[in-house]
């Protein structure tokens, strides 16, 4: 789970990879596992870009050849807790 220190809500993220999928690329869950991490530090870093390439387009790196994330796995991105509401008088 991350958390989003820049807001009231917590912010959660489930990757659930796909074991058929995986299997159909010669990956194994310590391959996935590893790769993931990698690209979920560099989403982070991204974080503060304009325009973010979504968790589910992030490619990862598996002994040399490039998956999707979300061709690997299923992503669950959820919002708990009271998020600030925009305002167009706060302006």
Do not use: C, N, Y
């Amino acid at each position: 789970m991350f958390d989003d220190d820049d807001s009231e809500g917590e912010v959660e993220i489930r990757i659930a990879p796909r074991d058929a999928d995986l299997e159909a690329g010669g990956i194994t869950d310590e391959d996935f596992t590893r790769a993931l991490e990698t690209a979920i530090d560099d989403w982070e870093r991204d974080d503060a870009a304009e325009e973010q390439l979504p968790l589910e387009d992030r490619v990862l790196q598996i002994r040399g050849k490039s998956f999707r994330l979300g061709d690997l796995a299923d992503i669950d991105v959820s919002v708990h807790g009271d998020i600030p509401e925009f305002d167009e008088e706060d302006e």
